[in-house]
């Protein structure tokens, strides 16, 4: 692939080029003091001084409620509709951040590591994914110590990072990103000798999955996990600001001789999440539930999936209503166990 060299107004007028011409792009629109992923239009301004959106951009691939498939019982004969997949339309998302970009990886390795989930599949491929890298960063920053960076290009087509000047550099990186190149920015110069590290945001190491993954071995019956959870309300805005967070719970949703089965999001962090019907539940207090959380993050998913079930985004501490902070306490698990 290849490193380009383009303009500001080249750049925004990129943007412009592929709403105009019916694409359906997504990007970080500020609305009521918060930035989040929205549609754009012809005119629509994108947010520019901002870290992070609200929300992760899990919801492209992964929608809050889905429909799996409809019934209707007609006679003695049911019958079984699916949503047609061939029909979801193509996605690009603009400006969405690196470590959102890397979310994708452990939620699709989630989704197909014992059965490979068609409905996940489908949005996937459709999406196509402009990151912008992190020239700011805030103190709930901490993907360099989740292997990741603020100039991460893992799972990106495209990775622009903005220069001083208001030019940017711009990295083709896939298949897809080198079609959008060619159709979009034709006229663009070859990049050559810009240090992109320089223009990036500084976020410090304070830990590594590996430190952290030892330490859990053998910390199943810590009294960490009371300590740290003491505070949690269990509401689960983590979870579902979380780029990586793959709970969910099936819904019927019946009437008469009709109805859907839907998936939607849930949270491990909920009291109800593993109540059997029998009435016992194997997590009936917050801290297994923290526990759970966490190794299932650092642990469990780097066994099943090779893969760390974290980006470093920092929205759960920044979502958390009594400010939990997961660096802070995975730096405790990191250095004292």
Known sequence: MENLHISKESLEQWLHQMVESGKRVFAPVESGGKVDFKRVAVGDKVATDYVQTVQSAKR??????EVLFSYRKEGKETNLQEPDLGAIP????????????????????????????????ARRKKLTLISFSCIHSDQSCFCTSVNGGPGNTQGSDVQVTELPDGSALVEVLTEKGEA????????????????????????????????????????????????????????????????????????????????????????CGFSLFTLHTSGHNPRST??????????????????????????????CSRACPVDMNIYEHLTSIANHG
Not at 214 to 232: G, H, Y
């Open 286 to 315: 917050q801290s297994t539930r923290w526990r759970q959380r966490i190794l299932h993050k650092f642990s469990y998913m780097p066994d099943r999936i090779k893969e760390t079930g974290c980006t470093g985004c920092g929205r």
């Open 180 to 267: 959008l190149a060619k159709q979009y920015l034709a006229d663009a110069s070859p990049a050559t000798d810009v240090e992109k590290e320089k223009y990036l945001a500084t976020v410090p190491v304070r830990f590594t999955p590996e430190a952290i993954r030892e330490k859990l071995e053998n910390a199943f019956d810590s009294p960490i996990w009371k300590e740290q959870s003491e505070r949690c309300l269990g509401c689960g805005a983590c979870a579902f600001v979380c780029p990586t967070c793959a709970c969910f719970d099936m819904q019927e949703n019946a009437k008469g001789t009709s109805g859907q089965r839907v998936r939607c999001w849930d949270s």
């Open 60 to 65: 492209f691939a992964f929608p809050k409620a």
């Open 90 to 121: 193509e996605a690009i998302l603009w400006k969405i951040r690196p470590c959102d970009v890397a979310g994708f990886s452990p939620l699709t390795g989630i989704f197909n590591w014992d059965y490979e989930d068609k409905f996940y599949n």
